[in-house]
Structure formats: C-alpha cells, structure tokens
C-alpha cells in the first residue's frame, strides 16, 4: 500500500471508527450492566457504573410465565421458519434453475406482497382466525409468519440457486422424478450456507415480530408480548426487563454474529460473491 | 341411471356417519360429565389478582369438580381482548374481569349474565348486603347486579410528609386544587430532580382523562351539558383543563407525556416527586415498594376541590360471566368466592393485609388486622368512595353517568382523541384551548356520527 | 451448445426456447415446485384485502349499540376529512424516510470505517451489527425507561452533564425519539449490507486510481460511490420495507402521541380497530395505506429491477 498521508488519517478514522461502534453498541452494554443492578440501583441517579451486582433478575425471570410464552416463540419461529424453507426451496427452484414462463412477474409478486402494509390486512386476518378458533393460539402465528418471511426466503434462496454452475444440472435427467431428486440431493447441499443464513434470517424476524402476535393472541403468545407486560404492573422493571431481554436475545445474537458473513451475501440477494 | 344410486349410497354413508358421530357424542358426554368442569378466566395482572391465582388451591379444596386456568393480562390489554372476544361471541372465557365503564354498557347489549337474577337471590352464603352501595350500584345495569365488585377504588393524593415538613408546609385532609398548585410550586426542586406532583399525562382514555375528568368536575365543567353537546370549551372545564396543563407543565414531572400511573408510581416510590394523585388502590403497593427515604413519609389526603366537595372518582373491578359460558353455575361458584368474605379472611391471613382487594366490602374495614396493617389510608378511602357519586359527577346536570368517564361506548373513542390532544398540550406541542378546540370539534363528529345529537 | 452457457444458468428465454412446445404437463411439472408458496402467500396475504374491501364499506363499530350497515364509501369519505389521519400519512412519510436515510447514512460511514485494515476490526464489527438482533419490544422497553427517561435514563444524566440539561425527549421530540430508536437498530443492518458491498469493491482499481494521483476523495465520489448505488438503492428498500410498519417503538414509547405525533398508519389502524373497535373505518384506513404503499411500491420495484440489470443477476 503506498498511502503516504495515511500516516496521521488512518489512526484517526480507526478511532472515529471505534467511538461509532461504541456507541452503537453502548445501550446494549448499558442494558446489560443493568440486568444485574437491584431495580433501585436501575434508576438511581447519577446512574451508577459500579454496584453489587445480584442475579436476582435472572432468578426471577421464570416467574410470571415466562416458559410459557418462551415455548410458544421457540415453536412458532422454528416451525414457521422450517415451513418457509420447506416452501422457499421448490418456488426458488422454479424461479431459478428450471424457470416457469412470466418467472419475473412471480418474484416480484412475491416482494410486492412484502411491502403492503400488514396493517391493512388486519381486521380480515382477525375475523377469519376468528371464525376457524385460531385466535390466540400458536398456529395462527405460525400461518402469518410463513407468509411474511416467505418472499424474503424465495428471494434470497433464489439468489443462492442463481450462482450454482449450470453444469452441475447437466448430469440430471430432467423428468419430473429427477427433479425432486435434482432438487433435494444436488441443490440443496450446494446452497447449505445460503439456506442457514436465509433461515435465521426469518427466525429473527419471526422471534421479534410484535404487531401480530398482539392483536391476534393474548397469552398463548410469543416472548414480545411477555415482555411488553412490564408495562402494566405498576412495579419498577427496568432491571428486570434488562435481564429477560439480555437472556432473550443472547441465542439470536449469537447465531447472528456466527452467521454474519452468509447473512450479508443472503441479503445482498447475491451481488456479492 | 347412475344418480339415483349414487345419491342412495350418499344418504347411506350420511346415515351411517350420523349414527356414528351420534354415539360418539353420548359418548363425549359421559366422559364430560366425569372429568371437572375447567373455568377460563380472563384477570387484570395486578398484585391483587396475582395473590387470587396463587390461593386457587383453598377453591379446589372446596369445590374439587372445578378447575380453574387463569389467564392475566395487563389492563390496557384485558379490554380489547375481552370485548373482541365478548362481542364477537367466541366464548373463550367464563368468568371475565371487567371495569366499572364496561358492565352497563355491556349488560345493555346482553353480553354479560344479570347475577341479580341468576344467583344472588338464591345464594345466601355470598353476602350481597356487606357490599358497599356506590360500588354496588358500579357494577349494576338497571339495578340489578351484572358483576361482582372484585375490588372498588376512589382517587386521593399521596404526598411526602417529610418534604412538607422541611418545607414548612402542611397538607389538609381536604386540600383544595389551588393549594395544591401552591404546595407543587414550592416542593418542586429542579436542583434534586424532584417535582412537585406527577400526574398521569399519557394518551389513553383510562389513562390520563381519568384525573383531569375529576378536575373537570370539581372546577364546575362537565363533558356534555343535557343535550349531549360537549361541555369542554365551556368556561369552566376550560379553565379545569388548563389549570390541569399547567400544573404539570410547570411543576409536574419531566417528560410527562409520556407517564401514565405505573411510571407516577416508580417515581413517587423513589421519591423524584413530592406528591401524587391517584388512585387510592395504590396506596398498598406504594408503600411496599418505596425506597428506605419514602417508606415511613408517605401521606394521604382527600382528592383536592375546587367548587365541588367530593371529588374523588369512583373504580371497581368487578367478576362478570359471559352469556356465552356453557359453565355458568360453576362460574358463579368461582365469582362469588373471590369476592366473598371468606376470601378477603383467607387473602390477609396468607399473603399480607396490604395485597387484600379493598373497597368492596363493608366487612373488610372491620377486620382488626386489616385495620391494623391500613390505617394510613383505610379511612380515607373509604371515605372517598362513599363522597363520589357516579349517578350525579358535576355540579351543573348531566345526560350521563360515571365520574371519571361517560358511560356511553362512543367513549373510548371521545376519550382516546381528547386524551391525545390534552398530550399535545402537556408537550408544548400545542396551546391547552387549541387542544379543547380539537377535541371538541372531534366529539361534536363523533356525537353527530351515533345519532346523539343532530 | 450447453458448454458455452455453463457459467450461467439464469437464461430464461433460451432455456424456455430450447423446450418443446405444446407439451402442457410438461409446464405444469414446471409450475408446480411453485405453486405451494404461491398459492399460500395469495390465501394469507391477498384474500385478507379482498375481505378489508367489503368490511370497509360498512359502518360497523363492535361496540356500538347500533348494526353493521352498508353504507358505500361514507368510511373513505370520513378518512379524507379525518385530520389525523392525514397526520399520519405525513408522520409515516416523515419517519419512515427519515429513518431511512439516517440508516444510511450512519451504516453507510460505519461501514466505510470498518472496511479498512486495523486491529480489532472484527471485534468492532461484531459489535456495530448487534443492535439488529435486539428485540424490538426488549429496545423499546429499555430505552424508555433506560435511556430517554430524563429522571431515570443514562441520557438524561449525559445531557445534564454536559450542560445542555434534560430533555424531554418523548414529550418535546417525539419523532426524533422514534427515529433514533429505530435508526439504531436498522442502521446496524445497512452497516450489514453496505459493507459487503464495499467488500465487493476491487481493490485493485482503487490502487491503480491512487497511483495515478487520484485523491482518495476522489476514488470515493467517482469509484466507490456508483459501485455502492445498487447497495445502497437495496438497503433502502429493505429498511423502507420493514420501517413502514414501525410499530413496536411507538406502542411502547408514545402510544402514538403526544397529539398523534408519532401516529403512522399502522398504528393508527390498531388504534381505530382494537381501541375504538370501528372494523368499517379501520378497514377503510387499511385499504388507504395499501393504496399508499402500493403507489410507494412501484417506483421501489422499478429500483430493483434495475439492481439486477446492472449486476447482470437476470
């Protein structure tokens, strides 16, 4: 690298760079902290950066039915995202390696579906949940969830299924028997790292969504409804929240930063190789 | 040729499949019959009901062919999901947790069982005559009782006695609002991060109208005058409503918009303001989750007046059954325990006086213990109650009933609008008469909009 | 023939071309690997419009005491003159595009920080694209008490600090709260994105720039820029995709207020639908943001469209 002014602006932007991250991920490190001070120490002031931490958040977060609305969040996002996948494959293989007439008309009816806002659609989707006693119970948001994350799954998935080498499909008969053959032993293990990022992906939102899960289920609901209770029992929570939304996110969290390099490309829908 | 056999063959299969299903059902009703009746209940989740789901067992002792599944929601979420599920008659529940605003309204529609009618009569055991009358007459609907009163509150002020002292000043059991805007002013101290009051500012019809709406009353306004047209520019709830904006906007607690009960009491307990007006429910809670400093100087005080005396508002919780409860003798069995005597003995006894439900019986205030671990505020609260009158709020006449809110369904909407308007004005987004003139132009529409006024 | 196109299999017309025609089951093998998505996403997400349409024409207001009745387009009519909800057509438009260029713009330089050499770099990306995952619900929550609440909040204590004194941030900003919140997360995000695409830009081109005496500003404005347009155009679709129904941030923050400041249009929605229970109205709202967002879609696909010209991906 022959960058001669580098010498005083390198340090510099590597320490600007450094204060943007930091701040960024300050409340993170701020909710943390929090989640082991005593309710009290949560809202002293000037706020107090050492205390005598407790876990007595942590102990108590089982209370109030926690497990039950964890069960309901860890179900609803892994079936849901297992449906999307299981539905994302064949429509991407349809769009991609053997593609349907009009193929570009469907997938971008697909992410238009996206950008209508689900608000418009819920006074319908409540009623007709209603009328099939899906109201408050864990398939409802299984349904809705599928259909929100699967034009983002069809769309990165596709993305992945563009770059495989055409050649690979050449030693395929292409009669309908071959094609599910095609498509579960040769596609699918040369686009693994694409369908693992396409899944967190939706798990994420899946595991996150708020609006649905609220208007359509009450207590047999997901982890954002729980958490949103706080609110109304008239006790101090901050401490408290922090420490349920530290364990909560940590999994998701996690599997984001192990995942960030094919999440990126998943994203980019491909650009970037 | 072929349609009158296959048609035949059709009935058939119906005929069998209709023997079938038949005797599966005999079937289904025996084993119903056999296995214990499981009530779903909907429950506010507020430490009086936690106590309720945690003494289930002392109700199966007594009644071991029902089961009981709790559902807790916080209040602002209770309401929809109850009225989504009564009103569009799913059936989900057997026993609902409703307030004092919904049971007339709902009882008018048929949604909930007439109680006066069905049990009360029969049931000698459940004293209906200890109840204490204005909350008996809360949760009635053309005199007959439509839910039992779970628990009743009024409003009261709770204030710091120790910054009073300090400060030379000294609370009257009946403050007025003008002296309490004089104390605020004095007591509030920008230096320490303590305000002078905190009042609840957030949007909601629940939420922040229900004090502003007693002010209203007691500097003389009222929501609609006799006609149903709205009341709110007239000159005294204008003066109500800015009296109520400025007090918060000058001495009130920062960032008020956005505080609602639950963030008043985070700060009155951690002792960032001097005073508090709320609702007397909170005086059990208040003083179990004060810090050291404010534990042993919380102070009660009647709800300030202005012009008229009394002006507390008027609260219960009460136990209603759906019309659409297969399970209804079991939901009675159910409601009338939480709300009997017995349970009151039996919640004191085992999880403390102070998470007792208050203010639905006579009998409660004549129990030693509870005596004993209330006197701070037992007194005033009952005395608050029996001053507010819900059949009679203002001082001039009104169409309407209910103190702190209208008893018609077009209410909620009125409320939420005007709730967020009064928010405006807390913020400093806009003048508190620019917020009225919104308002009313708002529930003028309404109004015309359900055939009140034309 | 095949040799030639191996490197590619996104053909579409030759492949189409080279099938047999008139072979119908043949299309329907084709078809049919499509059909489950399709045929569930038009069952959950297009039926539920179809069913607004008809609501949206009736008075009907669960907790009235008056019955559903049909009454044409008197909803849509009210909703023209219904001051707030042109408010919250113009706050959706005002949050959503304000959070989006903030998203931008502050993952764009984070991204433009970290797509240089220096110790820790992981470290400080890992940490940059964290606030992505958080729970919307659990941020909120925690910021509102945490951090925007001038008693209680680290900000408040910061802004007191330095001398400013406390700000009433829900009470006196109320959309800048909201933005900030969720420009926070979804800038994390466009970091994601935007980064990649910095990753993508050759190297080699810059180097040759620079040692032709191109200031790095200019390597910048004139290389790196048009490289990222695809980027960025997909970055702000995305964040524009998901941030139209911001709703976590305002139920918990503001309750839409203060004065439906920060009212959009699905919570406006909620409000009319499951706080004053008007199904007539609150369908009529939701075919007016659909007909928004679908005015707002089209010049959006055709930005797509077009990031995919020009990568060449189809």
């Given at each position: 690298m022959n960058r001669r002014r580098s010498s005083i602006i390198d340090p510099l932007l590597t320490v600007l760079t450094w204060v943007g991250t930091l701040v960024m991920f300050t409340p993170i490190a701020w909710m943390i902290l929090t989640s082991f001070k005593t309710e009290e120490d949560a809202v002293s002031y000037p706020p107090k950066l050492f205390f005598s931490p407790t876990l007595d958040h942590y102990r108590r977060i089982f209370e109030n039915d926690f497990a039950s609305f964890a069960t309901v969040s860890i179900l609803v996002t892994v079936i849901s995202t297992a449906i999307v996948i299981v539905l994302a494959v064949p429509a991407a293989f349809a769009l991609t390696v053997r593609p349907v007439p009009k193929w570009r008309d469907v997938l971008f009816f697909f992410i238009s579906t996206k950008m209508m806002p689900i608000a418009a659609g819920i006074v319908p989707i409540y009623l007709v949940a209603r009328a099939f006693d899906l109201l408050n119970t864990s398939t409802v948001l299984v349904i809705v969830y599928t259909s929100m994350n699967l034009p983002l799954a069809i769309w990165m998935i596709r993305s992945f299924m563009v770059e495989i080498p055409r050649d690979v499909f050449d030693a395929v008969a292409v009669d309908g028997a071959g094609r599910i053959r095609e498509m579960v032993q040769i596609i699918v293990p040369l686009i693994k790292p694409g369908l693992a990022s396409t899944a967190l992906l939706c798990a994420i939102f899946a595991w996150n969504e708020f609006f649905l899960a609220v208007n359509l289920t009450t207590t047999v609901s997901t982890l954002p409804v729980f958490l949103q209770k706080f609110l109304s029992f008239g006790k101090l929570y901050t401490a408290q929240v922090a420490a349920v939304a530290t364990l909560i996110n940590i999994p998701v969290v996690i599997a984001g930063w192990l995942a960030q390099k094919s999440l990126t490309r998943g994203l980019t829908f491909g650009a970037v190789k | 040729m072929s349609k009158p056999i296959r048609r035949s063959t059709f009935v058939g299969a119906r005929a069998y499949s209709l023997a079938f299903s038949v005797s599966l059902g005999l079937l289904l009703a025996q084993a119903v019959q056999a296995e214990p009746i499981t009530l779903t209940v909907a429950l506010a989740a507020n430490p009086q009901m936690e106590t309720a789901a945690k003494l289930i067992d002392n109700f199966y002792a007594k009644y071991p062919d029902i089961k009981v599944k709790f559902q807790t929601l916080p209040e602002n979420q209770l309401r929809p999901t109850v009225l989504k599920d009564v009103a569009t008659k799913s059936g989900q529940f057997d026993v609902v947790m409703i307030g004092a605003y919904e049971v007339p309204l709902w009882a008018q529609k048929g949604w909930i069982t007439n109680l006066s009618k069905e049990f009360v009569a029969k049931d000698t055991e459940w004293k209906s005559d200890d109840l204490l009358t204005p909350i008996r007459d809360l949760v009635s609907y053309k005199g007959d009782m439509f839910a039992t009163p779970f628990y009743g509150s009024s409003s009261f002020m709770f204030y710091r006695k120790d910054l009073f002292q300090k400060a030379g000043l000294n609370m009257p059991e009946q403050p007025t609002w003008d002296q309490v805007a004089d104390f605020a002013a004095k007591l509030d101290d920008k230096s320490k991060n303590i305000s002078g009051i905190c009042l609840r500012g957030i949007p909601g019809w629940g939420q922040s109208l229900a004090p502003l709406t007693t002010v209203i009353n007691t500097f003389g306004g009222r929501w609609f005058d006799e006609k149903w047209e709205p009341q709110l520019s007239s000159p005294k709830s204008k003066e109500a409503i800015n009296f109520y904006v400025k007090l918060l906007k000058e001495h009130g607690q920062q960032d008020a918009a956005k505080d609602g009960w639950q963030e008043c009491l985070q700060l009155f307990t951690q002792g960032k303001t001097a005073m508090w007006y709320d609702d007397t429910v909170f005086a059990g809670p208040v003083i179990d989750q004060a810090n050291a400093e404010v534990k042993n100087n919380v102070g009660f005080a009647l709800a300030p007046i202005k012009e008229k005396p009394g002006s507390g508002w008027l609260w219960a919780w009460g136990l209603s059954i759906p019309t659409?409860?297969?399970?209804q003798d079991a939901a009675w069995k159910l409601v009338a325990w939480l709300t009997s005597q017995e349970y009151i003995k039996l919640a004191g006894e085992k999880a403390g006086w102070g998470t007792v439900p208050p203010g639905s019986r006579q009998s409660t205030y004549k129990l030693s213990a509870y005596e004993a671990a209330t006197k701070d505020y037992a007194d005033l609260t009952l005395k608050s109650i029996n001053a507010a009158n819900p059949l009679k709020p203002t001082v001039d006449p009104v169409p309407y009933t209910g103190v702190q809110y209208v008893t018609i369904p077009e209410f909620e909407q009125i409320g939420d609008f005007t709730s967020q308007q009064l928010a405006g004005a807390i913020s400093g987004q806009m003048s508190a008469d620019d917020a009225i003139k919104a308002s009313e132009t708002k529930i003028k529409e309404i109004m015309e909009d359900a055939g009140y006024i034309k | 023939m095949r040799m030639k196109i191996m490197t590619s299999i996104s053909l579409p017309d030759r492949s189409r071309a080279t099938r047999p025609s008139g072979r119908l089951a043949k299309g329907w093998w084709d078809r049919l690997p499509l059909l489950p998505a399709l045929v569930f996403v038009i069952l959950v997400t297009q039926l539920p419009f179809v069913i607004t349409l008809y609501y949206s024409l009736q008075r009907w207001n669960l907790v009235s005491t008056n019955a559903p009745r049909f009454v044409w387009f008197r909803n849509f009519v009210n909703a023209a003159t219904d001051a707030t909800f042109l408010k919250a057509v113009v706050n959706t438009g005002v949050m959503t595009f304000s959070i989006v260029v903030a998203s931008v713009l502050v993952g764009g330089l984070l991204a433009a920080g970290l797509n240089r050499e220096f110790r820790g770099r992981t470290i400080a990306r890992t940490l940059a694209i964290t606030p992505f995952f958080i729970m919307p619900v659990a941020a909120a929550l925690f910021w509102k008490t945490g951090i925007f609440d001038p008693t209680f909040g680290i900000l408040g204590w910061i802004t007191d600090e330095i001398g400013i004194g406390r700000i009433n941030w829900i009470s006196q900003y109320p959309k800048l709260t909201i933005i900030i919140i969720t420009t926070w997360q979804w800038s994390a995000f466009a970091l994601l994105i935007l980064l990649a695409g910095m990753q993508s830009f050759p190297t080699e081109v810059a180097e040759a720039a620079e040692v032709d005496g191109a200031s790095r500003l200019y390597v910048f404005r004139r290389l790196m820029l048009p490289h990222l347009r695809p980027f960025i155009e997909l970055t702000g679709l995305l964040v524009a995709m998901y941030v139209l129904e911001n709703f976590a941030a305002i139920a918990i923050l503001t309750n839409g207020g203060p004065a439906y400041s920060t009212t959009n249009l699905s919570y406006y929605v909620y409000l009319e639908a499951f706080s004053a229970f008007d199904l007539g109205r609150a369908s009529a709202f939701g075919m007016i943001s659909l007909a928004i967002a679908m005015a707002l879609t089209i010049p959006m696909l055709r930005v797509v469209s077009g990031i995919f010209k020009e990568g060449g991906r189809a």
């Open positions: - | 659409t409860s297969k399970h | -």
